[in-house]
C-alpha cells in the first residue's frame, strides 16, 4: 500500500544518517510533487512522529555553552563555522516534516503541504551542499560537537501549530536572514568560493521558509479572527527564551513577510519568566 505524506515525514525523521536522510527527504518530495503535477495526489494520513528525530553517533551533542568557540580568521574556524550550519540545516530537515506529520488533525489547504515539502527539499540540499565544503577542507560533519538544544523549539511547540510557525520560521529561520551576508563575506575574503556558492544558496532560499511561515501564520490568524501581531508576541514570549537580536536585516525580513513591528518590540526586554531576580 503506497505511502501517505504523513508516514513519508516520519521515515524521514526516523533516519539517523544525514546523507541519507537527506536522500529521503529529495525522493519523498519527488514523489510528492510528481503526484500533484499527475493530478493524483498523494494522501495526507496520519503517523506517529517521534518526539525527536534520529541522529546519527556523531556529533556529540553538548550545551550550547560547552560547545567551544572558534575565530572565523582561521582555516579551523571556518570548518566550526561550517559544522554549524551543517548542522543547523540537518535540524531543519526534520522541522519542516515534523510540522507536516505532526499536526495532520488540523485542516490546511494542499499549499501548506506543498510549501513545507519544497522547504524540507531544499534544506536537504543545504545540508550536502555544506557537507560537501566540508569534505573539501578534509572535516565533516560528525567531526565537531554541536549545539544541543537545536530541537527544543520543537519540542516547546509539538501541540501549537502557531507556536510552531512564530518560533520556527518567523524568529529562528529569520535569524538566519541576518547573520548569513556576515558569513558570506567570511568565506569570500577566505577565497573559499564554493562555500560562499552554497551559503549564497542558502540565503535566498531561506528567504522563502520565512515566507511560507509568516503566509501560514497570517492564514491560522485570519481563520481565529485573531490580530497577527499581537499573536506573534504573545507566542514568542511564551516560547521564546530571551529577547530577538539585532541587528536585523530589515530588507529580506520585509521581503519575507515580516514587517518591523513585528519584532522591533520583542528586542527590546526578556520575557519575565527568564528575567534575573
Sequence with gaps: MPQTLAEMATDVLTCADGREKTALSHRHAAAWFAARDADTPIPLGHAEPP?????????????????????????????????????????????????????????????????????????????????????????NYGALPAHAGMWRAAEDTAEDIMGRLAVVPMVLEARGLDVTPGMIEIFRKAGADRAVAALETIYAEEVGHVAYGSKWFHFLCGRHDIDPRDEFHRLVRHYFRGPLKPPFNAEKRAEAGLPPDFYWPLADETPKKHRPR
Design 51 to 139: 518526539l525527536r528525530p534520529a541522529r546519527p553517533a556523531r556529533p556529540e551533542l553538548r550545551d550550547p555553552r560547552d560547545v567551544p568557540k572558534r575565530k572565523p580568521g582561521s582555516v579551523q574556524g571556518r570548518i566550526a563555522l561550517l559544522h554549524a550550519v551543517a548542522h543547523i540545516e540537518l535540524n531543519a530537515v526534520d522541522l519542516h516534516w515534523d510540522i507536516i506529520a505532526r499536526f495532520t488533525d488540523i485542516p490546511m489547504p494542499a499549499g501548506f503541504y506543498d510549501d513545507w515539502v519544497r522547504a524540507a527539499d531544499e534544506e536537504s540540499k543545504h545540508f550536502n551542499l555544506v557537507c560537501d565544503c566540508l569534505e573539501d577542507m578534509d572535516s
